[in-house]
T-cell receptor, first 112, second 113 residues
Framework: SQQGEEDPQALSIQEGENATMNCSYK?????LQWYRQNSGRGLVHLIL?????REKHSGRLRVTLDTSKKSSSLLITASRAADTASYFC????????????FGKGTTLSVSS | DTGVSQDPRHKITKRGQNVTFRCDPI?????LYWYRQTLGQGPEFLTY????????KSRLLSDRFSAERPKGSFSTLEIQRTEQGDSAMYLC???????????FGSGTQLSVL
């Protein structure tokens, strides 16, 4: 089963624009992570935000977490064509030893 | 650091055949995970190991699927009597125990004809 649901399913923007993706989840979490996947490849970790954090930055990425709404957003600023990929949120349930559960992803297309 | 490697990258098989995939994690990582991903979906958790112990299995993992990690290093995932519904990308990931970030391999794409 999948814990997270990303929104939108697909997003098309021009280079230089910002891209925002949202993730909603169902159960209490320890942390939430975002991963990126280029077509036909494995996933690459982007950023992790803990349940007691509200916002985190890494380069052009900004992640927010609202545990009361069980939701997170990923903002990519000044998008580049190389940002074209699928983006997934992943959560861990609060029981120890439970593996990460991924959402269905947002497919981002950045055109030059 | 050579990363997580998976072999083969692609596998085409006929329905009813058995297939086996291999995953070599990052050498110092003692946790190893298997996920399955179909087109347009996120990875679905199958099972994970800490060292050689298989600690968790998803209900998705039918009795046709078996995974091993005999010496706590590489792992194999075997699917017996493959079905067309088994066609998917099989992803392996590793992490340090207590580490939260997963490092993924490039996956094995399985096509069952």
């Amino acid at each position: 089963s999948q814990q997270g649901e990303e929104d939108p399913q697909a997003l098309s923007i021009q280079e230089g624009e910002n891209a925002t993706m949202n993730c909603s989840y169902k159960t209490s979490i320890n942390n939430l992570q975002w991963y990126r996947q280029n077509s036909g490849r494995g996933l690459v970790h982007l950023i992790l935000i803990r349940s007691n954090e509200r916002e985190k930055h890494s380069g052009r990425l900004r992640v927010t977490l609202d545990t009361s709404k069980k939701s997170s957003s990923l903002l990519i600023t000044a998008s580049r064509a190389a940002d074209t990929a699928s983006y997934f949120c992943a959560t861990d349930a609060r029981q120890a030893g439970t593996a990460l559960i991924f959402g269905k992803g947002t497919t981002l297309s950045v055109s030059s | 650091d050579t990363g997580v490697s998976q072999d083969p990258r692609h596998k085409i098989t006929k329905r009813g055949q058995n297939v086996t995939f291999r995953c070599d994690p990052i050498s110092e990582h003692n946790r190893l995970y298997w996920y399955r991903q179909t087109l347009g979906q996120g990875p679905e958790f199958l099972t994970y190991f800490q060292n050689e112990a298989q600690l968790e299995k998803s209900r998705l993992l039918s009795d046709r699927f078996s995974a091993e990690r005999p010496k706590g290093s590489f792992s194999t995932l075997e699917i017996q009597r493959t079905e067309q519904g088994d066609s998917a990308m099989y992803l392996c990931a590793s992490s340090l125990a207590g580490g939260e970030k997963l490092f993924f391999g490039s996956g094995t794409q399985l096509s069952v004809l």
